[in-house]
């Protein structure tokens, strides 16, 4: 199974039915297969701050949501997931598409990309950095079942290693 | 000028089984001096947030009516909600707005609204399909009144004095959170 069918058959096992997400192209990949499988409802934000809160209302509703964004979208929402996942302690799996890593073309997309770690780890949020194929499933039930069990915010990074970089007009 | 604690013991009064959500402001402290419920979720500190946890509760609880209890400077700071919530348009959502002109927890510094911005005018070019403006307690109450009945999703401007508000102390986001998910039902 290819890595984006794997993260959406693990969503689906923990029924995980709501989407919510900032586009890039690996999160793209993800919301294909979604549409493949069926059973989900994706819903495109504004901001990833949205999102967070989003995510945080549908789990103190019973539901499960996950949000999608890129790197770059994790600053945008860093007080909610703060103030909201972990100070009420409400689970909110959050699946980053890695910018600013191996590979990279855009500049612009760098520094929030290599701080990426250290912020998640400031906010001592459990991360998972999925790198191969064939750990993909693994690592997303078990980035799923600390998040459900912990009750708190969890990243999930898919990489460049796993997903390929992003083609793009280089500097001149 | 509407007083909000008056309003927002009317609506509290007329209030069954509907959730509601605040936002960081002191229509945290209205809502909870208005009727402490468990259906209450209490926000300390998610900025501009209300809208959005509103819209995820809504999703998740279509059965349920929810209202959000939002503030100018909360819904200025996270206005791109108002284009998602209008486009997901949950038919069970009132999102109800305190405009008091002005960041009153921090001191009464002015908001947007205090000079040009209609956050009415704003939620309709969202694509909000029900939007009153109302500026004394008979139109909020008759706004309030529809909207627990008729489907949404609201957006109900609030014109409000601004006054100090009693109250303060909440219990623990973790005490919220346990109370408000026993009550309906859910589980993570």
């Known amino acids: ?172 | 000028m509407i007083d909000r604690s008056e309003a927002s013991k009317y609506l509290v009064g007329k209030l069954k089984d509907e959730l509601v959500v605040t936002s960081l402001g002191n229509e945290k402290y209205d809502l909870r001096s208005s009727g402490d419920r468990d259906r209450n979720f209490y926000n300390w500190n998610a900025m501009g947030m209300a809208s959005s946890l509103g819209l995820g509760l809504a999703m998740a609880r279509p059965e349920l009516k929810v209202i959000v209890y939002d503030g100018d400077g909360s819904l200025l700071m996270n206005l791109g909600a108002l284009a998602t919530i209008a486009m997901r348009e949950p038919k069970n959502l009132i999102h109800i707005v305190w405009d008091n002109r002005s960041y009153a927890i921090t001191g009464g510094q002015p908001t947007a609204t205090a000079f040009r911005t209609d956050l009415g005018a704003m939620a309709k070019g969202a694509g909000y399909p029900k939007v009153e403006r109302v500026e004394t307690l008979a139109a909020f109450q008759s706004a309030a009144d529809r909207a627990l009945i008729e489907p949404g999703p609201w957006f109900i401007h609030c014109l409000m004095k601004d006054k100090p508000v009693k109250g303060g102390g909440l219990p623990s986001p973790t005490a919220i959170k346990h109370r408000f998910m026993d009550a309906i039902g859910a589980r993570h």
């Open chain 1, 1 to 172: 199974m290819a890595w984006a069918e794997s993260i959406v058959s693990v969503l689906k096992k923990y029924n995980v039915r709501f989407l919510n997400y900032v586009p890039d192209t690996k999160i793209e990949k993800i919301l294909a297969a979604a549409r493949d499988l069926g059973g989900f409802e994706a819903l495109p934000l504004t901001r990833e701050e949205e999102g967070i809160g989003i995510v945080c209302g549908q789990s103190l509703g019973g539901g499960r949501g996950v949000m999608l964004c890129p790197t770059a979208g994790l600053g945008n929402s860093i007080n909610a997931v703060a103030a909201l996942a972990i100070a009420y302690r409400i689970p909110c799996p959050i699946i980053i598409g890695v910018r600013g890593d191996l590979g990279e073309f855009n500049p612009a997309q760098v520094p929030m990309g290599q701080a990426t770690q250290d912020i998640l780890d400031a906010l001592r949020i459990p991360s998972y950095r999925i790198t191969r194929e064939d750990e993909t499933e693994k690592m997303t039930e078990g980035a799923l079942r600390i998040c459900y069990a912990s009750e708190g915010p969890v990243a999930i990074l898919v990489t460049n290693e796993l997903a390929g970089w992003k083609e793009g007009r280089t500097k001149k």
